[in-house]
């Protein structure tokens, strides 16, 4: 590919340019390219010049063309530098105005966006592509099954919590690139994705219907316990203690004890008609 830097008085003026060579025999006369040219963007006209030397003499030296582009293609006010060399005015905006994916310039809604993770300019339609897309540490770990050592070589931007000022900051990382790492994993496991998250809800079904008969199993437990002490049942619904117990929860997490049976029916038995304080306090 030719510099796009070199200087445009060197160039063969447009006008004077009849027919442009595309390879050995192939010929194409100006003016249909020149008609052709006219339907482009000036972002694509730009990579359009550095295809060959014959393009880029045709192209660049086609002073009306930038300079109409310039002002209003791009919304730029014309001084007198820029209407001397409207092209290099064009190639001083390249960097910043042209989108790095579709490639286009001339963008009417808004200046081309800054996407400073992957340090590209994106328009305002490639901006929302999945390609560009962030996802977080915690989406990757649960929905493409990576753990943390399959996150440290990617590339992460930090974020403040949004929902907990206090907790640490949100790591962002690139999905595509999330979804390349999480395919290669699993296919060193011999499955696909659609097959991890079947065998995920399968267990979490599993994991659900043994808690429901861990709660009923616990339940019975209370009630045959209660009828045994002579202890009415009716005010089990309104104690936190029993609610805690049929639900499998800590009398202390710290010392990692749970509620059993015993616990219940002595706390209850303390309670005047078998009935128990919601102001008790526990854990």
Not at 88 to 105: E, L, N, P, Q, Y
Not at 184 to 208: F, H, P, V, W
């Amino acid at each position: 590919m030719l510099s796009s830097h070199l200087p445009v008085n060197e160039m063969q003026p447009a006008s004077q340019i009849s027919t442009v060579s595309l390879g050995d025999h192939e010929v194409m006369p100006a003016d249909v390219i020149k008609k052709i040219v006219s339907y482009l963007d000036v972002g694509h006209i730009v990579s359009l010049s550095q295809v060959n030397q014959f393009l880029r003499q045709l192209l660049v030296g086609w002073r009306d063309l930038w300079l109409q582009r310039l002002q209003y293609g791009l919304k730029v006010d014309i001084t007198r530098k820029t209407r001397a060399n409207p092209y290099k005015a064009i190639m001083d905006r390249v960097h910043t105005h042209r989108c790095s994916h579709c490639g286009i310039m001339e963008v009417y809604q808004q200046r081309p966006f800054f996407n400073s993770f992957f340090n590209v300019v994106l328009c305002s339609s490639c901006k929302d592509r999945t390609i560009y897309a962030l996802i977080t540490a915690t989406t990757a770990k649960k929905n493409y099954f990576l753990n943390e050592d399959d996150l440290l070589p990617l590339r992460t931007v930090s974020l403040e919590n949004p929902h907990y000022r206090s907790a640490s900051p949100v790591r962002l990382y690139s999905r595509h690139r999330i979804r390349e790492i999480s395919q290669k994993k699993l296919a060193l496991q011999g499955m696909t994705r659609d097959q991890r998250i079947r065998l995920k809800e399968t267990r979490s079904k599993r994991a659900t219907k043994a808690k429901g008969r861990a709660v009923a199993n616990r339940s019975r437990a209370l009630m045959r316990e209660m009828k045994v002490h002579g202890l009415t049942a009716g005010g089990m619904d309104s104690c936190a203690v029993a609610k805690s117990f049929i639900s499998g929860g800590w009398k202390n997490y710290r010392r990692r004890s749970r509620w059993t049976v015993d616990d219940v029916i002595e706390h209850i038995s303390n309670e005047r008609n078998g009935r128990c304080s919601l102001l008790y306090r526990y854990g």
